[in-house]
C-alpha cells in the first residue's frame, strides 16, 4: 500500500488527538511509512503492534475494525452471540477493551467485561464458564510499554486457530475504518447490552483453581516464605490472594506492586530476563524468602529464583517445567491417582529432558508446534473424547504452564499455587527446588538450551535468514559445531528427512515456517520466525554427561551459526 496516499485518507477523516499527531508527522516520510506503509495483520495471535496513529498501529480505528470483523464473524459462524472481554495494565487497555465491546454490543454480540485488569487466562476461563462465544483480551503480554494488541479465543477458551483467524481477517477487510461508532460505550452499558463480569466469576476461577492443588497444606506447614512481583501487571490481585489462601508469608516490591503501563522499573517486563528480578532480589535480599516469583503483565508466564549462596539461582521454564512434571506426576503416583492413560504435553522447542522425567512414569509426552494454541488443542481432544482428567501439565520452554482443563491457555496464578506448594513438599524434605533440579540431571542427564533472538535491522538482514533458513532445508549441513546432523525436520513441508538414507517420514504436526537439525543424540538447532516481531530465533539443546559439557556445546552451536549469518 501507499503510505503517502494512505496517510492524506486518514488525515481528511481525523479529528482532534489523531489529527493533531497525523499533522506532527506529515513532513517525516520516515515516520509517515512507518506507520502508513503496511497493515496491523490479524493471525492466530491476533494483532500486537506499537500504539499510534496508523494501519500498522493500534489505534481506536484499527481496534475497532478489529471487533467489528470479530462480530462479522460471530453473527455469521452459528455460535452463541456473547463475548467475553479482558485487558491488563497498558497504556489504552481499558480505552480499547471499551471500544471492542462497544464496537461488539452495537452489532448484536452480549459482552461480558471485566470491570478491572484480569490475567489472560481469566478470560479464557470466563468464555468458558460463561459459555460465550468468543473472547478478546487486551494486551501485549511480555512487550515493551509502546506495544498493545489484541488476541481473539474461541467457544472453547482456547486462542483461535488458522481457519476462524482467517475468517475473522477476512471480515476485518469488509468494514469500513472510518465508519463512525454505531452507538456509545456508556448507552450500551446502560441497557444491559454491555455487562460487567461479577466478583463471582472470580470466586469460580479462584475455586477451580484449588482443585488442581496436590498438596496445598504443606504451605502452612513449611511456613513458606515468597517474594512476588507482578512486574506492574494484571497478576498482582490474583496471585496475592491465592498465596494468602495458601498461608504463604509474602512480600511484593512496592514498586512493582500497584498496575502501571510505564514499567518505570523494569521497561522490558519479561520475566524470562533476568533485569525483570532486580527490585525482587534487592527486597529478598532483606527478607530472606524461599522463593522468589514474578509475572508478566497479563500474567499468563512466571518465571522463579531461589536464594542460593550469596545470590539467586534463576530457573528456565524448561527446568520448571520439568520440576513441575516431576512433582506432579511423582506425587499422582504415590496417591495413586495417576490417570490410566497420562498426557503432558510440550512445545516442540521445549526441552528432550520432559520426554525423559515422563517416560519414568509410563507417561508419554505430546510433542505440539509452538503457541499454547496448540497445548489447548490436545486438551479439547481429550475432552472431546471423555477423558479431560487426563492432561496432567501443559508447558512451554518460555514460562508457561498449565494444570487444569479449566482454560485453554498458559496460567501463571496456577503455576505461582503449584510452585509455591511444590516449594513448601521439598522444604518439609530438607531440600530446595535447587537441590530438586540437581537430582533431575542426575537421574536423567544434563540438557541445556540456549535461545539466540536475532532481530532484523535491515530488509537486507532478514532476507539472509529466510535464505539460511531455505538453504538448510534443500542443502543441511553435514554438521554443525562439529557434530554430524543426522537428521533436517521441515515443517513448512511437514517431513523429517534421514540425511544418511535420504527417507523421509511426516512431522505429524500442523505446518509451520520452521526448521530443525537434529545432532545425533548430542542435541539440536531449531531455526523460528517469530510470528509478532521482526526477527527469527535460534533454540539450541545440547544434552551431555556433566553441565559443563552441555554448556560447552552450546557456546560452539552458537558460534557455528553466527558465523553463517
Not at 495494565?89 to 477493551?97: E, G, L, Y
Request: hydrophobic content about 40%; some cysteine.
Amino acid at each position: 500500500m501507499d503510505a503517502r496516499t494512505e496517510f492524506n485518507r486518514w488525515k481528511a477523516n481525523c479529528k482532534g488527538a489523531m489529527l493533531e499527531e497525523l499533522l506532527a508527522m506529515e513532513n517525516d516520510d520516515a515516520a509517515v511509512q512507518a506507520a502508513f506503509g503496511s497493515k496491523a495483520s490479524f493471525g492466530t495471535a491476533g494483532i500486537r503492534s506499537v500504539m499510534g496513529v496508523g494501519t500498522a498501529r493500534l489505534n481506536d480505528l484499527t481496534v475497532r475494525q478489529t471487533a467489528r470483523g470479530l462480530a462479522k464473524y460471530l453473527l455469521e459462524s452459528g455460535g452463541s452471540k456473547t463475548c467475553a472481554i479482558g485487558y491488563d495494565c497498558r497504556h489504552n487497555s481499558r480505552r480499547f477493551a471499551e471500544v471492542c465491546a462497544a464496537a461488539l454490543a452495537a452489532e448484536g454480540v452480549h459482552v461480558y467485561l471485566y470491570d478491572r485488569l484480569c490475567p489472560t487466562p481469566m478470560l479464557s476461563f470466563a468464555v468458558r464458564y460463561l459459555k460465550c462465544g468468543v473472547g478478546m483480551v487486551i494486551s501485549a503480554s511480555h512487550n515493551t510499554k509502546e506495544y498493545n494488541g489484541l488476541k481473539c479465543y474461541g467457544a472453547d477458551g482456547g486462542q483461535m486457530t488458522e481457519i476462524p483467524a482467517a475468517a475473522v481477517s477476512a471480515a476485518m477487510e469488509t468494514v469500513d475504518l472510518f465508519e463512525p461508532e454505531k452507538e456509545s460505550y456508556e448507552s450500551l452499558l446502560a441497557k444491559g447490552a454491555i455487562e460487567y463480569i461479577s466478583q463471582d466469576v472470580w470466586e469460580a476461577y479462584y475455586k477451580r483453581i484449588s482443585q488442581e492443588a496436590i498438596a496445598p497444606e504443606n504451605v502452612k506447614k513449611a511456613e513458606l516464605k515468597v517474594v512476588y512481583s507482578p512486574l506492574c501487571g494484571a497478576g498482582g490481585e490474583p496471585v496475592q490472594e491465592m498465596l494468602k489462601r495458601l498461608g504463604a508469608t509474602y512480600w511484593v516490591p512496592a514498586s512493582q506492586k500497584d498496575p502501571s503501563g510505564d514499567f518505570a522499573t523494569c521497561p522490558n517486563p519479561n520475566p524470562e530476563n533476568d533485569t525483570a528480578f532486580n527490585e525482587s532480589y534487592a527486597l529478598a535480599k532483606e527478607v530472606k524468602p524461599d522463593l522468589v516469583m514474578a509475572t508478566d503483565p497479563d500474567s499468563d508466564r512466571i518465571a522463579v529464583a531461589i536464594p542460593q549462596g550469596d545470590g539467586f539461582r534463576k530457573f528456565s521454564g524448561n527446568e520448571m517445567g520439568c520440576m513441575l512434571l516431576d512433582y506432579i506426576l511423582s506425587s499422582l503416583q504415590k496417591a495413586d491417582k495417576l490417570p490410566k492413560e497420562p498426557v503432558a504435553v510440550k512445545s516442540i522447542v521445549s526441552t528432550p529432558l520432559a520426554d525423559r522425567v515422563a517416560a519414568a512414569y509410563g507417561v508419554k509426552i505430546r510433542t505440539v508446534l509452538t503457541g499454547f494454541k496448540y497445548i489447548g488443542g490436545v486438551i479439547l481432544e481429550l475432552e472431546q473424547a471423555g477423558h479431560p482428567e487426563d492432561f496432567v501439565l501443559g508447558f512451554e520452554e518460555s514460562c508457561g504452564y498449565l494444570k487444569g482443563d479449566y482454560a485453554r491457555d498458559k496460567d501463571a496464578v496456577v503455576a505461582a499455587m503449584l510452585i509455591s506448594e511444590m516449594a513448601a513438599t521439598y522444604k518439609l524434605q530438607g531440600k530446595t527446588l535447587g537441590d530438586v533440579m540437581d537430582g533431575i540431571y542426575q537421574r536423567f542427564g544434563y540438557f541445556v538450551a540456549g535461545l539466540k533472538n536475532v532481530v532484523f535491522t535491515s530488509d537486507e538482514q532478514k532476507a539472509k535468514c529466510m535464505a539460511l533458513l531455505d538453504e538448510f532445508r534443500a542443502n543441511p549441513p553435514k554438521e554443525m559445531a562439529d557434530y554430524a546432523v543426522t537428521a533436517v525436520a521441515d515443517f513448512k513441508a511437514g517431513t523429517i528427512r534421514d540425511v544418511k538414507t535420504g527417507e523421509t517420514t511426516p512431522t505429524g504436526l500442523p505446518t509451520e515456517n520452521m526448521v530443525m537439525l537434529t545432532l545425533g543424540e548430542q542435541g539440536r538447532i531449531i531455526l523460528r520466525p517469530f510470528g509478532t516481531e521482526p526477527k527469527i530465533k535460534f533454540y539450541y539443546t545440547a544434552a551431555a554427561d556433566s553441565m559443563a559439557t552441555a554448556e560447552a556445546m552450546i557456546a560452539k552451536m552458537d558460534e557455528a551459526m553466527t558465523a553463517l549469518l
